[in-house]
C-alpha cells in the first residue's frame, strides 16, 4: 500500500491561463492513478485541516513577515512575489494546506510503515525564509524535514531532490542543521543558478549534483550508485524525503534533460533500499501526459 494525500482543493491555487504550474497537472495524475496496474492498493487521503497548532512549524522555516505579506496579497485578491510566482486569493491557505499534507505523510511514513506521496501544489522547494519565488510559495519539504526531528524515533532525515532545479530554499532552510542531509540532481546550467557541486553545506550535509543538459537515466543512473547511496548510507537517515519534481522528463518544456518515465521507478528502486520510511512529493513537471506517467513509474515499485 501507498498512501496518497491529496484534496481537490489544491486545484484551487490560480496561475493564470498561460502558466506551466496548472491545476490540469493534478487532474492529470490524479487520472492516471485511478486507472494504473495496482490501483487498489492506494489508499486516498485528505489532508488533515490546518488549524494554528501548524504555524510554529511553518515559521521554524518561514518569517512571520513574509507569511503576513502572503496572507495580505491573498486576501486583497492575489498578486504575485515575482514575475513566475502569482498568489490567488486561495493561494495562501491552499500553501499551508500543502505544508499540512506534508505533514500527514510525515506521520504515515513512521507509524504506518507504508510510504506516502503527497499530491499537492502550490510547489515549495525554491521558497526561502523571507520570500516565495520559482512558482513556490512554502518550503514544504524543508518544513516536513524540521518537523520530523520533532517526531520519537527521528534523528537523522534525508531529502532527495530530483527535480530538475536545484531547490535553493531547501538547502538554504536546512543545511544549518546537522541532522538533516540534503542532495540534489538538477541541470546545469538552469534555473535558479545555485546548486554548484563546491556547495556541501554547513555540515557536509548537502550533495549537489549539476548535471549537464541533454543526459539521460544513465547519467542518473550513475550519479545515484557512485554519489547519491553512498552519500545517503553514511547519512542513516530514519526518514526519507523526495522532493518528486517531474521536469527532467524528456518532453518537459522547462528544461533539457532526457529522463523517460520508467527512469523514475528506477530512482524509487535506489531509495527503497535506503528507508523503509519513505515520503515522497510533488514538485514540477509540466509536460502533462510524462508529468501523470512518470508519476505511476515512481510508485510501481513501492506497490509491487
Ligand atoms: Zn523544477
Redesign the pocket.
Known sequence: MVAIIYSADFLHHETGPTHPECPARLTAIVTALRKMPGANYLHWQRPSPVAWNLDPYILRCHSQEYLNKLAKLAEEGGGSLDVDTPVSPQSYDLARLAVRAWLDAVDHALSQQEAAFVLARPPGHHAIRNTGMGFCLLNSVAIAAHYALTRPGVERVAIVDW???HGNGTEALVENNPRIFYCSLHQFPCYPGTGAAGDRGKHNNVLNIPLKPGGDGHVYQEAFEDKILPFLRQAKPDLLLVSA?Y?ANRADP??YMNLIPEDYGMMTHYLMEISPHLVLGL??GYHLPSLAKSVVETLKPLLF
Open positions: 527535480d530538475v532545479h519534481g521536469d522547462l528544461a514538485e514540477g
